[in-house]
């Protein structure tokens, strides 16, 4: 007996439509406007669409939206209107809009479809906006207000105004308020309106009010044998200025009707070709003709007999550009919507060229730090001890791959990382001491064989890690709270792996000062590297400071290789890209002072930025000028930036 | 030759008799020349492969551009790390040659074909598109404009890398850049150069560099076996030419004053001599020499591009030289030969692996190492290289007798030095 309540539910579905309310009054509206629903034209419809949106009925948004996604039936008998799924070529499942109750299954014969074309369908969706505008769910709202900015069109502006009154959200309402000062710069009915509009954005960088500008100030090329006039007109142009080639211009001269065409050279030899009679064309040797004046003078002959179309020759073209003026009008908007929008276009140009020059030297300051990091270590062992280091940019790799080894052992990020750190420091520690006291103490005063024999090393060490790690880059992430940057505005945002580098740079200089100014070693470092004998004779061991101060320099490289690996990727040949460059700044720095080598660093950073800003396509060229100028920069000051004056210049 | 210096009236003997290593480098130089032609595939029995004649006459070129390097760092003193940049500049003057005329006669080939006879543009525009297809672009830059002249880029082989070093030595050298630091700024120059000439806008086909060098235009169905030997003997020749001119430049009062400005700069310079015009000679000859090797060097390699500039291949160079014995002319070309060969032989797989346990050292791997721990060795402990060795000869053929300095300090002259 269960199945009885089933059965009973099954045989009232299944019975004919009889259960529709012909009375409700949204039927009643509709039967009102019957004729354009079911037949609606574009021209009409209108009002029946705004009778239906502003009916304040509950279903008027079911009818509309069922109307635009043509699932709207009228019985033919009858003349009510349902709402109605296809199941198949014959049936539809019908409801009915009152109370949205189910008719069942109906034979498609009955009842008519209405078919509301493209542009009808539109104006429908114009209507539907307002609905959801104004829809009690918040996320509803977002929706159409996203849908508008992505997709705006005139229709949107009237039921966006009205929404922005009624709307409580504060950021939808602001989001409102802005997409409505947008469209009205684009779809705005007067002049002022759009004016006041453009200019209530005054200070903004906005990409989407670029975006609304742009079309207001297109303009199109046209040409006129006397001068130019009325408020439309952009600019003038002349002929073979970078804004109108020569060429564009004697071709829309050609498209206009104005000029007789050009002919490329390859399309008048096709056409001499075409003309060979025998061993000659127009009289004139075939053989001859190897040279662009003969051949455009066995053209001209051809044209002269009429078998090819006459055409323009230089001094015709010229002629004919000098007799034209060419001049640009706007097309995009009313000429005063369009000045409007220009002056706006300008000056969001000069805020953003301001922006983007913040933004530039963000990122020289961000490129000086890393070159700063990188050189630091050259600052002790060059710049202090004297002694040149070309393995140095291998340290740099070695702290690098010590930060990858640790990330293999512990996937923790932050926690390698700071693990990895200080075990860079010690690996290349160990490393800058060996190699002292291998290699570098049987050299000191011989700076070109240190410098031969470290390059030995560089090599090696190189090829030593080529064999390990293997060719490809290996790398090193940044823990995930150094992911993203920091956002000033749609221009300037810096990332903040960069300010991790920044401050380690300057915990670094720091640590370089109290070391070498504020400990015992500092001092015995300093006197050291001032007269060694003198510094034994006070007791302290000239060949263990050396090795200690060999050995914190590569340590510290060990550490800016952690920090540059962060940053870039871990290859075995990534010492190798920087050591020039860090020699550079150590040398235009000055030696001997780390000040200079900080000053160094800023100038090489910001110099490779500005050259790369002045041509962004090519990162090549500005470190070919960079070094070019450093070349130059040397000429002018051998001993750097900050020179070190008296005896220890001499040391 | 003291004697003949101190009084200035004795006649001069010719050089070769005064320096016997030109007669002995000659007769060497003469001998493999003609033992290789001998066994060559073009000329002779066949026994070397036209490849390997390719790979001695290259290496005849490195020896000649590791005796430039030996001019300005073993006489002078100046450590020049970027004189690959010289060498490069050679080659690609006359690669640019080589290269416009072999595609100039491909698209007048092609051309010759058409209806109407090409017109001078429409050949340039052909060569053009073929040549710079690859970057993108189909218009000659202007450093192009005399390609198509041999005896124009001919002599840009010597001007261009001649100009170059003029330039930069006198900028150096005025503002008294010396040391490593003058070693730096010419690794900046040619890292530059290398930069600049990866660009695809730089005009010479960026890292595509220029290719089909060894196809001498017009001489097509000469095999390459005959034009390797052909280049071999021009690199012989080339190379005996140098290590003469080498030899005459190192000799006589110029070359002791070259040796004085290696040794202690300031005090020739108190002396009253013009220290940096002979160190701009000096290093503009051997920028000389170096572009020369290169114009010979690049045919018989086939192909250049912008990484043979790059700062390591100039530090090879030293390396060569430091192996082979710095300060004296025949040890930079022993050094040259025997490490690009060895340097061929190892990296090209012939060398057999070393098998350490489940361990295999694979040269191609560790061959590299292995260079650059032997130059730290050499550096460390045999500062006189290869060359060295004739030394430890000579001094068991007449043992030495003397040796005391002449005086108390550490760079006083020894007793051996001023006998010489």
């Given at each position: 007996m269960a199945r009885l309540p089933l059965i009973l539910a099954f045989l009232v579905a299944c019975l004919?439509?009889?259960?529709?309310?012909?009375?409700a009054p949204i039927q009643q509206l509709l039967q009102v406007h019957a004729d354009q629903l079911a037949k609606p034209s574009r021209t009409k419809v209108a009002p029946t669409i705004d009778a239906i949106a502003s009916s304040?009925?509950?279903?008027a948004q079911t009818v509309l939206r069922k109307w635009q996604d043509k699932e709207l039936w009228r019985n033919v008998e009858t003349g009510l209107f349902i709402w109605a799924e296809e199941i198949?070529?014959?049936t539809i499942r019908g409801f009915d809009f009152?109370?949205?109750t189910a008719l069942g299954e109906l034979p498609d014969d009955d009842y008519d479809q209405s078919k509301p074309n493209s542009g009808v369908r539109k104006m429908i969706g114009a209507a539907l906006v307002k609905f959801q505008l104004t829809a009690e769910d918040i996320a509803t709202r977002r929706t159409a207000i996203n849908n508008i900015e992505r997709d705006a069109e005139a229709s949107h502006l009237a039921p966006l105004r009205e929404a922005i009154e009624a709307e409580t959200s504060p950021t939808l309402k602001a989001r409102a308020e802005r997409l409505e000062r947008l469209l009205t710069i684009r779809f705005g009915e007067t002049e002022d309106e759009r004016i006041a509009a453009i200019e209530s954005f005054k200070g903004d960088l906005g990409v989407d009010l670029r975006g609304a500008l742009n079309p207001l100030v297109t303009t199109d090329l046209e040409a006129t044998e006397t001068e130019p006039e009325g408020p439309e007109v952009a600019r003038v142009l002349k002929p073979g200025s970078e804004a109108l080639t020569r060429e564009a211009a004697y071709d829309l001269l050609v498209t206009e009707g104005f000029a007789k065409p050009r002919i490329s050279r390859a399309d008048k030899a096709a056409a001499l070709v075409a003309n060979i009679d025998g061993e000659a064309v127009a009289g004139i040797q075939?053989?001859?003709?190897?040279?662009e004046d003969a051949r455009d003078m066995a053209y001209a002959k051809l044209a002269e007999q009429g078998t090819v179309d006459p055409v323009a020759t230089e001094a015709e073209i010229d002629e004919t550009l000098d007799r034209y003026t060419f001049y640009e009008i706007f097309t995009g908007a009313p000429p005063a919507v369009a000045m409007a929008a220009m002056d706006a276009l300008n000056g969001i140009e000069t805020r953003v060229a301001v922006n983007q020059a913040a933004d530039l030297a963000l990122d020289a300051i961000s490129l000086g730090s890393i070159y700063f990091l990188a050189a630091i270590g050259l600052a002790i062992t060059?710049?202090?001890?004297r002694v040149i280091n070309m393995a140095h940019g291998e340290f740099i790799m070695m702290g690098a791959y010590t930060g990858f080894v640790v990330q293999q052992i512990i996937p923790d990020q932050t926690l390698s990382v700071i693990l990895a750190i200080p075990l860079a420091f010690a690996v290349t520690f160990a490393a800058g001491v060996a190699m002292e006291r291998l290699v570098i103490r049987w050299l000191y005063h011989r700076p070109l064989e240190t410098l031969l024999a470290t390059f030995g090393i560089s090599i090696a060490l190189q090829q030593i890690a080529k064999n390990i790690f293997g060719t490809q880059a290996r790398p090193l992430t940044a823990p995930g709270?150094?992911?993203g940057s920091l956002v000033f505005n749609d221009i300037v945002s810096i990332s903040y792996i960069r300010i991790a580098i920044f401050v380690l740079a300057l915990l670094f200089l720091a640590l370089f000062l109290l070391v070498m100014n504020r400990t015992r070693l500092g001092l015995e470092v300093r006197a050291v590297t001032q007269n060694p004998r003198m510094a034994a004779s006070m007791g302290i061991n000239p060949d263990r400071i050396n090795m200690l101060t060999f050995g914190f320099g590569s340590g510290i490289a060990g550490i800016a290789g952690v920090a540059i690996g962060l940053y870039a990727k871990v290859t075995s040949e990534m010492g190798a890209d920087y050591i020039v460059q860090s020699f550079m700044t150590v040398v235009v720095g000055g030696v001997g002072n780390i000040w200079g080598t900080l000053l160094g660093a800023t100038l090489v950073g910001s110099l490779q930025k500005g050259i790369e800003w002045l041509n962004p396509s090519n990162t090549l060229a500005a470190q070919t000028y960079m070094i070019l100028f450093i070349i130059l920069f040397i000429q002018f000051r051998p001993r750097g930036i900050i020179a070190l004056k008296g005896r220890a210049a001499e040391a | 030759m003291t004697d003949s210096t101190l009084t200035g009236t004795a006649p001069r003997q010719p050089l070769a008799l005064r320096f016997p290593a030109i007669l002995i480098f000659m007769a060497c130089l003469a001998l493999f020349t003609v033992g290789v032609t001998i066994l060559s595939e073009g000329f002779g029995?066949?026994?070397?492969s036209t490849s390997f004649v390719k790979t001695l006459g290259k290496t005849l070129c490195l020896c000649l551009v590791a005796l430039a390097m030996d001019l300005v760092?073993?006489?002078?003193?100046?450590?020049?790390?970027?004189h690959m940049a010289f060498f490069g500049l050679g080659g690609y003057a006359i690669g640019m040659w080589l290269m416009y005329e072999r595609t100039r006669l491909i698209v007048v080939e092609s051309m010759s074909a058409q209806a109407l006879p090409p017109t001078p543009e429409q050949i340039s525009d052909g060569i053009a598109s073929q040549i710079f297809g690859v970057v993108g672009a189909s218009e000659f830059p202007?450093?192009?404009?005399?390609?198509?002249s041999l005896p124009l880029q001919l002599a840009a082989v010597v001007l261009v890398p001649g100009l170059l070093a003029l330039v930069f030595g006198w900028f150096a050298f005025r503002s008294r850049v010396t040391g490593v630091y003058l070693s730096i700024l010419t690794q900046a120059m040619t890292l530059a150069l290398a930069l600049y000439l990866f660009q695809?806008?730089?005009?010479?086909?960026?890292?595509?560099?220029?290719?089909?060098?060894q196809n001498l235009p017009g001489l097509g169905n000469v095999p390459q076996s005959v034009v390797s030997v052909w280049f071999l003997w021009a690199s012989a020749l080339a190379l005996a030419l140098g290590f003469w001119l080498a030899t005459w430049v190192v000799s006589g009062k110029f070359g002791s004053v070259l040796r004085g400005i290696r040794d202690d700069e300031a005090r020739v310079r108190f002396l009253g001599y013009p220290v940096e015009a002979y160190k701009l000679f000096v290093f503009t000859l051997s920028a000389v020499i170096a572009g020369i090797a290169g114009a010979l060097y690049y045919p018989q390699a086939g192909i250049i591009n912008p990484a043979e500039l790059a700062p390591i291949a100039s530090i090879y160079l030293a390396v060569w030289v430091a192996i082979g014995g710095r300060g004296r002319l025949y040890g930079a070309v022993i050094g040259a030969a025997f490490v690009s060969l060895l340097s061929t032989w190892f990296t090209g797989g012939q060398a057999p692996d070393i098998v350490l346990g489940s361990w295999r050292i694979q040269w191609v791997d560790w061959w590299t190492v292995l260079l650059g721990v032997s130059f730290v060795a050499v550096t460390l402990?045999?500062?006189?290289?290869?060359?060295g060795l004739f030394d430890l000869l000579a001094d068991c053929l007449t043992p030495n007798r003397h040796g005391a300095d002449?005086?108390?300090?550490?760079?006083a002259l020894r007793e051996q030095e001023a006998d010489k």
């Open positions: 004919p439509a009889t259960a529709q309310q012909a009375d304040g009925l509950p279903e198949d070529r014959d009152a109370g949205d075939v053989a001859s003709l190897d040279t060059f710049g202090v001890m709270w150094l992911d | 029995i066949g026994v070397i760092w073993g006489y002078c003193g100046i450590l020049s790390l970027g202007p450093i192009w404009a005399v390609a198509h695809n806008d730089s005009g010479l086909r960026g890292n595509n560099g220029l290719s089909g060098l402990f045999a500062p006189k290289g290869i060359g002449l005086g108390p300090d550490q760079g």
